[in-house]
């Protein structure tokens, strides 16, 4: 009857061990989501404000070359009539007048250029917003597999690498810790720094992380390979 009770006592202490586990995994992951939503959404700002201010750049001086075309057409109508009056009598003011047409077709087709290069702006805002959308919803499914399937940690160690702690791999002890070591390059290539325990695929996988970008894909590989070599270890 001691035995039994003991049993009841060991399992409530280690479903509550787990139930504190979870937690603290979930407050950890909400804040470091927190952080990189922050920093993306003031990256994104700055983007979005440097874009905004060349496009009012761009718009003012369509404005200023809109007013000059108006100013030249109101002298082209002043001078023709001139020419109307004094027809033979001043034959460089139709030079001057040819001279001012030809003007006025530059300014028209740089007006063109303009347009389309603020057409371009637009459609690169559209599309970095969409971009965006896309990180933001890829960081949330990341987040729920990290949670509620992989058993996984992350830590920011020193020299700005990241530490992927996988746990419940081992059963007979959950929470011995299979662990590696990435950072990013300055070109924004994933590198695996270390790797504990070793794994033989490890430079399969990182080769293809580096192909596809898919972090959420090569977590979940890492790990299988982690129970993989876990297996191998108990047969042996």
Known sequence: MASIKDLDVGEKFSSKLEEIRTKLLSQAMGEMLNEATVEFCQAHKQYMKSVLDTCSKKCWDDETMFETIQVYTEELKRQNSVMRERSGERPEILGSIQD?????????QKIEQ??????KNRELIHSQNKANKDRLKNLNK???????RLSLEIRKIQGEKLQFIFRNINHKNPQSAYTFLLRITEDGVYQIVSCDPPLAQMDHLERRLQ???????FLSNVRKEFVALNNITKTA
């Open 100 to 108: 001012k047409e030809s003007h006025k077709e530059l300014l028209i």
């Open 114 to 119: 303009l347009k389309q290069e603020q057409a």
């Open 142 to 148: 990341i987040k729920e597999i990290f949670q509620e």
């Open 211 to 217: 192909e596809t970008n898919n972090l959420s894909a």
